[in-house]
């Protein structure tokens, strides 16, 4: 048998196998004339940033691993940058990615045939990193077709247009290689991973399914030297609707927002709090005067559903409530005290986020009483000193983590010098006597791990620490 009757055989064989065959046996010609219309290139002149001195010129991401690429194209003070979007309506609304026109003076877009036109910006979502801009139409516009990215599979065929390298509009194929990719890139975080070749100038331009609707507006890419080493990341388009929809009526996206801070549940969590199963996520901490604060929401509560539907992990509960209408109304199934209640609550808006302002350096403050507890840290009672060294609030009670020893339970959850224990077993910490008591009610319990509130940075978190003993 040839080659290629083992490949047409092999192919048989595959589920979607005639599909598959027909589309590449065919080409994608037919399907790309038709979709390329709706594909524009977009160039910008951008203004100065206030730290384009400074600028990373590589191709980098604000995101805790290095190797993650997003901003596809050079972005300097009066640079000429190069991006991509696609038309959603004959009204002339193009989205792209807000990196693409970040700081833009002018915004050019280009049309398949070569007609241009200027733009102006709608408005932008930097949480999504997504953009509406718009022209006056030019000429009878071809918007494309919004997709329902959750029905796609791994493995189904994708197509990607855009302007890679400013050589204007060009397709790639390949196949949904992963879904719900989580590249620490923004707190709404559900990428559509591909192996489609996408490269600078790409971002912003659409991933297509076979039927020829948008399932995905490219964003990003993993390199180790800027280019494409074929493991591409698309924003997912139902993820996106919300916004389109908000920024186009608005100019603006409103989300909603309970005013509580999340983290996942694992096992020993869960057994801190006698859930058998680890299920739903913890709330780490609630704000003063927030929706969640007035309905009776708790710090140690875990939340396993919302309005009758599971919950799985943070990311895709915070994706929901931002979702909820401002003023809509929603139930949490609640877990507290070993027993599940609901809880109805209306949503409020999520308010304006305020740049961090740095602590200033501070003496190192002399030692207080200090405790090799068994919990794997060296402790300290609170000092007026520690308080201003670590940027607490002047109202702080708890004990602070002079050092963490190797191997321990908590050095394996992440604890670290300078974070503050504010509770054990959700009850309050105020002096070392509180942390011997609490250890051992933990002790006389068959030795179970202990549930610590913890300040790092000002940002509670839970986490269960298993007792050691230390000689």
Do not use: C
């Not at 996106?240 to 009526?249: H, P």
């Not at 996520?281 to 509560?301: P, Q």
């Amino acid at each position: 048998m040839t080659r290629l009757g083992i490949l047409a055989f092999v192919l048989a064989l595959l589920p979607g196998a005639v599909e598959a065959q027909a589309q590449v046996g065919n080409s994608f010609a037919d399907l790309v004339e038709k979709l390329q219309p709706s594909v524009v290139n977009i160039s910008t002149t951008t203004l100065p940033s206030e730290d384009s001195d400074t600028h990373d010129e590589t191709l980098g991401i604000e995101s805790a691993n290095p190797a993650i690429r997003k901003y596809f194209a050079p972005q300097g003070s009066g640079r000429t940058a190069l991006g991509s979007g696609f038309v959603i309506d004959a009204q002339g609304h193009i989205l792209t990615n807000s990196h693409v026109i970040e700081n833009a003076k002018e915004i050019w877009v280009t049309f398949a045939d070569e007609t241009q036109a200027e733009a102006k910006v709608i408005g932008t979502d930097d949480k999504t990193d997504i953009a509406i801009i718009k022209v006056e139409p030019p000429k009878a516009l071809t918007p494309v077709k919004l997709g329902n990215s959750d029905k796609i599979r791994v493995g189904d065929w994708i197509l990607a247009i855009g302007n890679p390298f400013g050589l204007g509009g060009s397709v790639t194929a390949g196949i949904v290689s992963a879904k719900s990719r989580d590249i620490e890139a923004g707190a709404y975080d559900n990428f559509i991973q591909t192996d489609a070749s996408i490269n600078q100038g790409s971002s912003g331009g659409p991933m297509f399914d076979m039927n020829g609707e948008v399932i995905g507006v490219n964003t990003a890419i993993f390199s180790t030297s800027g280019g494409s080493m074929g493991i591409g990341f698309a924003t997912p388009i139902n993820l996106l609707k919300f916004v389109i929809e908000e920024i186009k009526a608005k100019g603006k996206v409103e989300r909603g927002w309970l005013g509580i801070r999340i983290q996942p549940q694992n096992r020993d969590l869960a057994s801190s709090v006698a859930q058998k199963v680890p299920a739903g996520v913890m709330v780490s901490s609630v704000s003063e005067d927030s929706a969640a604060k007035k309905f009776g929401i708790e710090a140690g509560d875990v939340i396993i559903a919302l309005n009758g539907k599971e919950v799985l992990n943070p990311k895709e509960f915070s994706r929901r409530i931002a979702e909820t209408a401002v003023g809509g109304k929603i139930r949490l199934d609640v877990w507290r005290n070993a027993e599940v209640s609901s809880i109805e609550l209306r949503v409020e808006k999520m308010p304006e986020e305020k740049a961090p302002v740095p602590p200033a350096a501070a003496p190192e403050p002399p030692m207080s009483e200090t405790q090799e507890a068994p919990l794997g840290m060296e402790l300290s009672e609170l000092t007026p000193e520690l308080i201003n060294k670590y940027q607490f609030p002047e109202d702080a009670n708890g004990v602070v983590v002079r050092d963490v020893f190797p191997g321990s339970d908590a050095e394996a959850k992440g604890l670290k010098p300078g974070d503050l224990i504010t509770q054990i077993d959700k009850k309050a910490i105020f002096d070392m006597n509180d942390v011997k008591n609490y250890v051992a009610e933990a002790r006389a319990e068959n030795n179970r791990p202990v549930l610590l509130l913890i300040n790092n940075n000002n940002l509670p978190h839970f986490a269960a620490v298993k007792l050691v003993d230390y000689e």
